[in-house]
C-alpha cells in the first residue's frame, strides 16, 4: 500500500516531469501532424502503455539488469533508432494529400508509441532514478508501489501527450491542408528523435 503522504508528493513531481516537452510529446506531436487527433490519443495510449512495461520490469528486478550490461542498452537503443527512421520513411513515402491521413495510420500509432517508448533505453534509467525515491519497502508490495506511481505517470503522460498531439493535428491540418508540408514536417520530428537516439548515452 503506498502511503498517502508520499503519493501527494509524488503526483505533483511526476506531473512537472509528464509537462517537460521530450521524446514521447515530440512523437505524440508528429502523429498528430501526420493523421490527425485518433492517431495522437492511440499513440499517447501506446506511450502509457510501454511506461507501465517498464516500471513493472523495474519493480521485478528486470530493467536494473538490462541497464547493468552495457551491450543490451545499445541493442534497445539502436533498435530504436532503426524504427524512428523507418517511420520517417513512411512519412515520406507516398503519401496522399495532406487532409486525408494515410491509410492505417491512426490504427498503427498505438503499436508505434508503444515500440518506441520500449526501445528508449533511456526511460529504463529514468524510471530506475525516479520511481524508487518514493518506494518504502515497509509499506508492503515493492512491484504494487512501482505500478501505483506507474499508472500516476502513465496517466498523466498520457493526457498530456494526447492533447499535445490533438492540438498539433487540428492546426496543422487546417494550415497544411492540401500540401504535403506535414509529411515533410512529422519525418522531420521522427529523424529528430532518432538523431537524439542515436547520440544516447548511458550515464
Excluded at 163 to 191: E, M
Aim: with cysteine; net charge positive.
Amino acid at each position: 500500500m503506498v502511503d498517502p503522504i508520499v503519493l501527494a508528493a509524488f503526483i505533483p513531481a511526476a506531473l512537472a516531469l509528464n509537462l517537460t516537452p521530450g521524446a514521447d510529446m515530440m512523437f505524440c506531436l508528429g502523429q498528430g501532424l501526420r493523421a490527425g487527433p485518433k492517431a495522437a490519443w492511440l499513440a499517447s495510449a501506446g506511450i502509457a502503455t510501454g511506461g507501465m512495461i517498464h516500471v513493472a520490469m523495474a519493480g521485478l528486478g528486470l530493467s536494473a539488469l538490462v541497464a547493468s550490461v552495457p551491450w543490451a542498452f545499445d541493442v534497445i537503443r539502436w533498435i530504436g533508432v532503426g524504427y524512428l527512421l523507418w517511420l520517417a520513411w513512411q512519412a515520406l513515402r507516398a503519401a496522399p494529400p495532406a487532409d486525408a491521413p494515410p491509410k492505417g495510420a491512426a490504427r498503427d500509432a498505438f503499436r508505434s508509441g508503444l515500440l518506441v517508448n520500449l526501445t528508449n533505453p533511456k526511460v529504463i534509467l529514468f524510471v530506475l532514478a525516479f520511481v524508487p525515491q518514493f518506494v518504502r519497502p515497509e509499506a508492503g508490495s515493492v512491484l504494487g508501489q512501482f505500478l501505483v506511481f506507474g499508472a500516476v505517470i502513465g496517466i498523466g503522460g498520457f493526457v498530456i501527450n494526447g492533447l499535445v498531439g490533438v492540438f498539433a493535428g487540428s492546426a496543422g491540418q487546417r494550415l497544411a491542408r492540401g500540401s504535403r508540408i506535414l509529411d515533410y514536417l512529422t519525418a522531420g520530428i521522427f529523424a529528430a528523435l532518432a538523431a537524439r537516439l542515436a547520440v544516447l548515452e548511458k550515464a
